[in-house]
């Protein structure tokens, strides 16, 4: 199955980042959410991965129909990729799910 994934068309041209710039899990300034976001469009491990707990939150942020409602499913995607690739550790994968959990359960 094909996963989902950023969208480079909408993401690398976004001014706001507003699915990481209103998160209440990341806290990054505009320039550095800015370039972490552009890394995890390209595929790249960011600082992001680690720290996401696929709240869903974001889905309200982000301004773009074409990519907001798969915000959640394309971060999972993404750490996913980076775990089989050997670049994130699993242990960061299953923290970070046993995190979503317990968010969920809030
Ligand atoms: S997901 Fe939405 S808010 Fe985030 S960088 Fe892409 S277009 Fe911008
Ligand atoms: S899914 Fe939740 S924790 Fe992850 S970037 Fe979006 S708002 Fe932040």
């Known amino acids: ?4 994934r950023f969208d480079p ?4 041209k ?4 507003d ?3 209103r998160c209440q899990y990341i806290h990054l300034e505009l320039d550095r959410a800015k370039e972490e976001h552009d890394r995890l ?3 790249r491990m960011s600082s992001i ?4 707990v696929t709240c869903g939150n974001c889905v309200e942020a982000c301004a773009m129909d074409k990519i907001k409602d798969k ?4 971060f999972i995607a993404a750490r996913r990729d980076l775990v089989e690739e050997g670049r994130i550790p699993p242990g960061v994968r299953d923290l970070a799910e046993v995190v979503s959990a317990s968010a969920g359960d809030a």
Request: charge should be neutral; glycine fraction near 8%.
């Open 71 to 74: 915000l959640v499913d394309v």
């Open 41 to 43: 469009v390209r595929g």
């Open 49 to 52: 991965l680690h720290e996401c």
């Open 14 to 17: 976004c001014g706001t980042v």
């Open 19 to 21: 699915c990481i710039m």
């Open 9 to 12: 068309d909408l993401c690398l």
């Open 1 to 4: 199955m094909q996963r989902r």
